[in-house]
């Protein structure tokens, strides 16, 4: 049945029309569901103990992992770095998902191009659907790099990128100076972040000149790591503006992922010169404001520079100290008057919501770098942690987070679960309740669940508009993290006493 041209509906309202209600109710009747009530009781014994246990049993099964695949950051990362056209081997299919995974989380289309592999691909080898795949993208969107990852396919049948592409080069597809890095991602092992890693080491090894027997150039390296957050890079950018530090940020997706509306597609917006990238084994230092998402690129530097890699975590108070006390005896330039002047007013701001935000017990989630700098901010402000679920997790990760929340009075109710995944944290939440669950769009199905208010922070964020505009490095975006914690907080106590007269005596706009 057509729509109404002066009623256009979304789909959630076009879904509630009689028709479709009648097309649902039909095809459950060939489900075989058992009966509501059968539902109800088991709805209700997943909450209990005795199934939390059970849950924590399970071994070959992932429910909901709070993390993505490899190619996904891949191609994340060559974005950041000018005229890249990320380049998928794999099927149609994989490509799609990534672009449009990227395309909802910032609004911005996002090109990138698979080698379309099919059956016959995955029988005979994928090595005709590169070469043609090269040669293709070359002619018609002429980037100045092609950075190629893998897929499962392309990973199960073992194609080999390195000879590939040497072939490539031998039969003319593409010249022999044009850069072409690549890095193997499968998609069943490690994540977005494993991803983001390997690829970004590869551009840089594929571009990087030797070092230059003059010494440092001046410059630093800043690595954001996989960081959605585009007002970050900004701020990265604007801090070492008001210090005077050139600044070489590896990679740049800032533009990319945040570009303006001129009226004119620009394909290629911004990144990180291909020449500035060349350079950079001759900074001075570089940082990596990801640990856990950049140790082989910073493994790579560090023995290919000579130079010193340094890790930091510019969130909140105490990380934005430390980061900008770090990068002043680097460089023996004093921390800017204009940063201290932000210091102080992201102290007030703390002083002034704290007392909404002490002793909440929280439950939060995400990759292991952005789960750190939450965790320090929390501590901050007095809230106490107690689930913290990172799938992507490893062992340093753990031993550092414990010893974060065991240095502070408020982490010692915590438990750091790596390894687990969404279904984990709905137990663990039903058991041992919170008040406050901090990760991304998915935990709006913890939240349904379970009553418990969300403060969207991380990736991917569908369900939200623009919250990658807004830094959360540096003082500005201690301010804006306390801005999005303290007012869930306050919105929740609103719909908590709406009744007038009776649950509004102690929230309303005259206390």
């Given at each position: 049945m057509?729509?109404?041209?002066?009623?256009?509906?979304?789909?959630?309202?076009?879904?509630?029309?009689?028709?479709?209600q009648a097309l649902l109710q039909c095809k459950q009747t060939f489900e075989d569901l058992p009966s509501p009530e059968e539902v109800a009781r088991v709805a209700e014994w997943t909450k209990s103990w005795e199934y939390r246990e059970k849950n924590f049993q399970r071994e070959a099964l992932t429910v909901n992992p709070a993390k993505a695949c490899q190619p996904l950051g891949a191609i994340f990362a060559a974005v950041g770095f000018e005229g890249t056209l990320p380049f998928v081997h794999g099927s149609q299919g994989c490509v799609a998902y990534f672009r449009t995974h990227l395309t909802r989380h910032f609004k911005e289309p996002f090109s990138a191009?698979?080698?379309?592999?099919?059956e016959d691909a995955a029988v005979f080898g994928g090595l005709k659907n590169l070469i043609e795949g090269l040669e293709n993208a070359y002619a018609l969107y002429k980037p100045k790099m092609i950075a190629v990852c893998t897929t499962c396919m392309a990973e199960v049948i073992g194609d080999d990128l390195g000879a590939f592409i040497t072939t490539a080069r031998n039969e003319g597809v593409i010249s022999r100076d044009f850069p072409v890095p690549y890095a193997h991602t499968p998609s069943f092992v490690g994540s977005h972040i494993t991803g983001y890693d390997n690829m970004l080491k590869s551009i840089l090894s594929t571009l990087t000149e030797p070092v230059g027997s003059t010494g440092s150039n001046g410059y630093i390296n800043v690595i954001p790591g996989f960081d959605t957050y585009m007002g970050n890079l900004r701020e990265i950018k604007r801090i070492f503006g008001l210090f005077g530090i050139p600044l070489t940020l590896l990679a740049d997706n800032s533009d990319y992922l945040d570009s303006p509306n001129d009226g004119t597609f620009h394909m290629y917006p911004g990144g990180t010169p291909l020449e500035a990238a060349a350079q950079c084994l001759n900074a001075e230092a570089t940082f990596s404001f990801q640990r856990y998402t950049t140790p082989k690129t910073l493994e790579f530097l560090a023995e290919a520079s000579g130079r010193p890699t340094l890790t930091a975590r510019p969130v909140g108070i105490r990380g934005t100290d430390e980061f900008l006390m770090q990068l002043s005896q680097l460089t023996g330039k004093p921390i800017p008057a204009e940063l201290e002047i932000e210091r102080g007013r992201a102290v007030d701001a703390f002083t002034d919501s704290q007392a909404w935000i002490h002793g909440k017990r929280v439950a939060l989630y995400g990759d292991p770098d952005l789960v750190m700098g939450l965790l320090s901010l929390l501590l901050e402000l007095g809230a106490e942690p107690v689930h913290v679920v990172v799938t992507n997790s490893n062992e340093e990760f753990e031993a550092e987070a414990r010893a974060l929340l065991a240095s502070s009075p408020y982490g010692q109710g915590a438990t750091v679960w790596g390894g687990k995944d969404l279904w984990h944290l709905r137990s663990l939440m039903f058991t041992e309740p919170v008040d406050l669950l901090i990760g991304n769009s998915y935990g709006k199905y913890l939240w349904r669940d379970t009553g418990t208010p969300l403060v969207r922070i991380g990736y991917p964020i569908f369900d939200r508009h623009h919250l990658h505009r807004y830094p959360t490095y540096g003082y500005v975006g201690a301010l804006n993290l306390l801005n999005w914690i303290v007012n869930t907080i306050l919105d929740e106590a609103d719909r908590r006493s709406i009744i007038p007269g009776k649950t509004d005596i102690s929230f309303d706009l005259i206390r």
């Open positions: 057509p729509q109404d041209i002066q009623d256009i509906k979304d789909h959630a309202r076009l879904f509630q029309d009689p028709e479709y191009v698979s080698t379309s592999m099919t």
